[in-house]
T-cell receptor, first 112, second 113 residues
Framework: QKEVEQNSGPLSVPEGAIASLNCTYSDRGSQSFFWYRQYSGKSPELIMFIYSNGDKEDGRFTAQLNKASQYVSLLIRDSQPSDSATYLCAVRIATSYGKLTFGQGTILTVHP | DAGVIQSPRHEVTEMGQEVTLRCKPISGHDYLFWYRQTMMRGLELLIYFNNNVPIDDSGMPEDRFSAKMPNASFSTLKIQPSEPRDSAVYFC???????????FGEGSRLTVL
């Protein structure tokens, strides 16, 4: 089992819809969770991080964490074509203090 | 701040040649990370430094790879000899604390023929 797994995608949604991106992780000691966005040919950039169970909202983005189920998700409301990118889930575990492990990424396409 | 600066942006070389990738982290960031990204394996951590000292190099694929950080503003990742399977985008990232946000450079795209 991979340490961090994301739904394979690609995911295609119409403009204005909600895009739902999912991620599961294998290590119950995982402490913090990040979502990065990567445009084609560019470097990853942080969208959100979440440490506690529940929801965290930032503008059109909502991160959801369920540690019991070892599941983290990212919802993008009112999706825009500019949201089209690869979304990377990343997890940090307590025993590997500085190490951030990334999932394979989910390609999201928002069509007009 | 100029952000994390990597060079070269693109490198094409032949198998067996030595490759050196360079990184300048954001000033004041004590943590520096080298990642490799391929379609097959995604984004993998190779090594990271804290205050110029290597902390975890368990991701370095083999002895052909080496990384150094001689001072707080410069790091190198060297591959000698290079092989076609080393073809990837190599990202350098820095952070001011180990649990904080990673700031990535633009990456160095390496092609080994």
């Amino acid at each position: 089992q991979k340490e961090v797994e994301q739904n394979s995608g690609p995911l295609s949604v119409p403009e204005g819809a909600i895009a739902s991106l999912n991620c599961t992780y294998s290590d119950r000691g995982s402490q913090s969770f990040f979502w990065y966005r990567q445009y084609s040919g560019k470097s990853p950039e942080l969208i959100m991080f979440i440490y506690s169970n529940g929801d965290k909202e930032d503008g059109r983005f909502t991160a959801q964490l369920n540690k019991a189920s070892q599941y983290v998700s990212l919802l993008i409301r009112d999706s825009q074509p500019s949201d089209s990118a690869t979304y990377l889930c990343a997890v940090r575990i307590a025993t590997s203090y500085g190490k951030l492990t990334f999932g394979q990424g989910t390609i999201l396409t928002v069509h007009p | 701040d100029a952000g994390v600066i990597q060079s070269p942006r693109h490198e094409v070389t032949e198998m067996g040649q030595e490759v050196t990738l360079r990184c300048k982290p954001i000033s004041g960031h004590d943590y520096l990370f080298w990642y490799r990204q391929t379609m097959m394996r995604g984004l993998e951590l190779l090594i990271y430094f804290n205050n110029n000292v290597p902390i975890d190099d368990s991701g370095m694929p083999e002895d052909r790879f080496s990384a150094k950080m001689p001072n707080a503003s410069f790091s190198t990742l060297k591959i000698q000899p290079s092989e076609p399977r080393d073809s990837a985008v190599y990202f350098c990232a820095s952070s001011f604390r180990p649990t904080g946000e990673l700031f990535f450079g633009e990456g160095s795209r390496l092609t080994v023929l």
